[in-house]
T-cell receptor, first 118, second 112 residues
Framework: GAVVSQHPSWVICKSGTSVKIECRSLDFQATTMFWYRQFPKQSLMLMATSNEGSKATYEQGVEKDKFLINHASLTLSTLTVTSAHPEDSSFYIC??????????????FGAGSRLTVL | SQQGEEDPQALSIQEGENATMNCSYKTSINNLQWYRQNSGRGLVHLILIRSNEREKHSGRLRVTLDTSKKSSSLLITASRAADTASYFCATDSRGSNYKLTFGKGTLLTVNP
């Protein structure tokens, strides 16, 4: 089945630094990927839709200059948390849809990246 | 606001028992899906039910959908300790541009 690889699985950084998270579709091409944020014991909050070859579409309230998304190829999207602060600590999850495998909107998720900002 | 709201928020049962989780939503949908999340991991798709379907089965999973009540239920039969996870419903609607909206989830604990 469709596989999405997300890296790193966890990262600890100092306040003020930037962190990049990668999301790769391993066996399919993904023109669209989604980035979610999840707080402990809570649901997933959609941050942005990543579109290959064009600008990402951000959800209301998500700072695009804070969370930079680049979808440079059909298999790779990156999320960069710029000038990270402790309040950015969270679990970030990417997902993609393999249009070949399903006519419906079924998403394949990466394993997530836990960011801790000290 | 969250489209899907699951209840209960947490459910603890013994192995072999059945587990039922419910999901309610607010707007018209194209389909409804259930996902599972093990602690600290990504989500795994379990089952999808379309808006014109009322019931669907997959192995030990049974999903129902009542569009008049805007609600769905997920039944896991003969539960196992390995079923311990959080379960989320997710909906997408016309014009949502393939975006899924997730509910708050039910944390299921199956005790051996």
């Amino acid at each position: 089945g469709a596989v999405v690889s997300q890296h790193p699985s966890w990262v600890i950084c100092k306040s003020g630094t930037s962190v990049k998270i990668e999301c790769r579709s391993l066996d399919f091409q993904a023109t669209t990927m989604f980035w979610y944020r999840q707080f402990p014991k809570q649901s997933l909050m959609l941050m942005a839709t990543s579109n290959e070859g064009s600008k990402a579409t951000y959800e209301q309230g998500v700072e695009k200059d804070k969370f930079l998304i680049n979808h440079a190829s059909l298999t790779l999207s990156t999320l960069t948390v710029t000038s990270a602060h402790p309040e950015d600590s969270s679990f970030y999850i990417c997902s993609a849809r393999d249009f070949r495998r399903s006519g419906a909107n079924v998403l394949t998720f990466g394993a997530g990246s836990r960011l801790t900002v000290l | 606001s969250q489209q899907g709201e699951e209840d209960p928020q947490a459910l603890s049962i013994q192995e072999g028992e059945n587990a039922t989780m419910n999901c309610s939503y607010k707007t018209s949908i194209n389909n409804l899906q259930w996902y599972r999340q093990n602690s600290g991991r990504g989500l795994v798709h379990l089952i999808l039910i379309r808006s014109n379907e009322r019931e669907k089965h997959s192995g030990r999973l049974r999903v129902t959908l009542d569009t008049s009540k805007k609600s769905s239920s997920l039944l896991i039969t003969a539960s196992r300790a390995a079923d311990t996870a959080s379960y989320f419903c997710a909906t997408d609607s016309r014009g949502s541009n393939y975006k899924l909206t997730f509910g708050k989830g039910t944390l299921l604990t199956v005790n051996p």
